[in-house]
């Protein structure tokens, strides 16, 4: 399965990405296979409308920004799928992930009529693909440099301009003074 095993402690990022995720992989263990689909669906969903935000902060600033985003996240996932790759916001295979995410989900959410197919098989598969769809948007190749976390510069221009960072001084190192 594809892991993640750092993420920058943003409140959003948590609560909508990793939290969620974390939450799909305990399902799973736990035999909830259509609630670890439901919730992948969910991070499907949250990851699409981030790189939305991403692609279009690099054009639009303040209140044109934020109505673009409103209008965005009220549309269905399929026409949001859309529009990312018409703006070429997305590479081939993650709009195909963030496709299949949606289809899946959709199957196991909103047909009482239908038989599940394998849920098992269905809710790793589409972790797996949420997974990676998270990764590749907060990070980018290769994932550790130097053993620092190398961060997509799009996610981090996101961070920049969403959240207002304050510069750290570390302490001065302190001279080793022996007695």
């Known amino acids: 399965m594809s892991q993640i095993f750092i993420a920058p402690f943003e409140p959003l990022v948590m609560e909508k990405l990793i939290w969620p995720l974390r939450q799909a992989k305990a399902n799973y263990v736990a035999g909830n296979y259509v609630a670890t689909i439901a919730l992948c669906g969910l991070v499907g969903e949250m990851v ?31 026409a949001r799928i859309n529009k990312l790759t ?28 239908r038989p599940h197919d394998d849920p098992k ?29 190398v961060l997509n510069p799009h996610f981090t221009e996101y961070l920049r301009k969403r959240i207002p960072l304050t510069p750290v001084d570390p302490e001065p190192e302190k001279e080793n003074q022996s007695d």
């Open 48 to 78: 699409t409308i981030l790189l939305m935000e991403m692609h279009l902060q690099r054009t639009l600033s303040g209140a044109a920004l934020e109505k673009a985003i409103a209008s965005f996240e009220e549309a269905g996932q399929a």
């Open 86 to 113: 018409k703006a070429q916001a997305v590479t081939a295979p993650q709009t195909s992930r963030l496709s299949l995410i949606r289809e899946k989900r959709n199957k196991y959410l909103h047909a009482f009529s």
């Open 121 to 149: 098989k269905d809710a790793r598969t589409l972790f797996v693909a949420a997974a990676k769809m998270v990764a590749e948007t907060i990070t980018a190749p290769p994932v550790f440099r130097e053993g620092k976390l």
